[in-house]
């Protein structure tokens, strides 16, 4: 039993039922109050609703964006440039593994089982970052990965660790101080590019020009027609709109490419200086909706990995579940 009412899964974890089809009013306004007062919410405590089945779908999300996030770089592990890269990118990729763990936690607290989320990814129910659906083509799109999607994985999740419900809060505090090398990382493997031979400059540039407008999609869309934001701010789940955070990275990160004498593909971006706010040329948000709406390059590729490796794991995960039954090892 969850804080006030029962949660769980319908059969095959597609659904999600609770009892209270109503919030008592009393209970919601002493829930407010205490968001308001800046306390955390922790898995007894009544909450509304909407506020668990937001949750759900956030952390859910972003779980599944860190497992399917793993792919595209864990391609390159064998094919990083030397031995020190490697070893790197296998702690990177290690550490991504974690940080779903860490978020499929935190969102099992909130009454969804594991198992009905990954059945949501695997079914193509459930979303994940949309930049993990495009291909690392090169090295250098290894090296986009690890400086600029990192850093803005960091600014959304430094923002949201402040926010009201404690698990997640938690996760995410864990997960930024892990970020933060992996932010080093590609900083370093950024700047051997951006100063090396002229091929290699010429690697990153055009892995640049590939990956900017995904980065620009990752924030979400625009203020003025994202669903969620106005409910999940006043709840304190999100403490920044998704324009303000595409606007931070931006404030952040591009005098760094602009300093290595890297260009953007967009000839609209620039600080306004009285505003202090970014301008861009709108990326094409129908790309965006495409991408994670499950029509993107790799879509198809991201969840047949998954697939595979659900298929594959099933009598590792039967046999820690029974151990009597499941002695035997499968046959190769
Ligand atoms: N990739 C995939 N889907 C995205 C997205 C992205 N970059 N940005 C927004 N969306 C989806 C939303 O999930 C939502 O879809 P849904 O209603 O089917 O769930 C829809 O687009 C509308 O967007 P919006 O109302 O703005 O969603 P939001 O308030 O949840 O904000 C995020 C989007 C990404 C900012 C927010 O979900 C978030 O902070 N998530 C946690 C961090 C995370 O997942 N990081 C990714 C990996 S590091």
């Avoid at 324009?243 to 591009?254: E, H, I, K, P």
């Amino acid at each position: 039993m969850y804080g006030g009412g029962y949660i769980f899964d319908e059969p095959n974890g597609k659904q999600l039922r609770e009892e209270q089809q109503h919030d008592d009013p009393e209970k919601l306004a002493v829930f407010e109050e205490r968001i308001a007062r800046g306390e955390k919410i922790e898995p007894g405590d009544w909450m509304p609703t909407e506020y668990r089945r937001q949750l759900i779908r956030l952390i859910e999300q972003h779980a599944h964006s860190e497992i399917i996030g793993a792919l595209p770089e864990g391609t390159w592990i064998t094919r990083a440039p030397g031995f020190k890269r490697k070893l790197a990118l296998i702690a990177k990729v290690q550490d991504e593994i974690g940080h779903g763990q860490l978020l499929y936690n935190a969102a099992e607290t909130l009454g969804k089982s594991r198992e009905a989320m990954i059945n949501d990814l695997l079914s193509g129910k459930s979303k994940y970052s949309n930049v993990f659906n495009y291909p690392a083509e090169s090295w250098a799109d290894v090296t986009v990965i690890g400086f600029l999607i990192d850093a803005a994985a960091i600014v959304n999740q430094v923002a949201n660790a402040k926010g009201s419900y404690g698990p997640y809060c938690r996760a995410l505090e864990r997960i930024c101080y892990e970020e933060s090398f992996h932010l080093k990382q590609g900083h370093d493997a950024l700047i051997t590019l951006a100063t090396g031979t002229p091929a290699q400059r010429e690697m990153l540039q055009d892995a640049l020009n590939r990956w900017w407008q995904p980065i620009m999609h990752f924030f979400g869309p625009p203020d003025k027609s994202s669903q969620h934001s106005e409910k999940l701010m006043q709840w304190k789940v999100k403490m920044a709109s998704n324009d303000d955070m595409r606007n931070q990275f931006l404030d952040a990160y591009v005098p760094k490419l602009w300093e290595l004498g890297l260009t953007l593909p967009d000839p609209n971006l620039k600080k306004n200086a009285a505003t202090g706010r970014w301008e861009y040329t709108d990326p094409d948000w129908n790309e965006f909706f495409k991408v994670i709406g499950g029509d993107g390059p790799c879509n198809k590729e991201r969840l047949n990995v998954r697939k595979w490796a659900e298929e594959h794991g099933r009598w590792v995960r039967k046999a820690l579940m029974n151990p009597k039954e499941e002695r035997a090892l499968p046959v190769a």
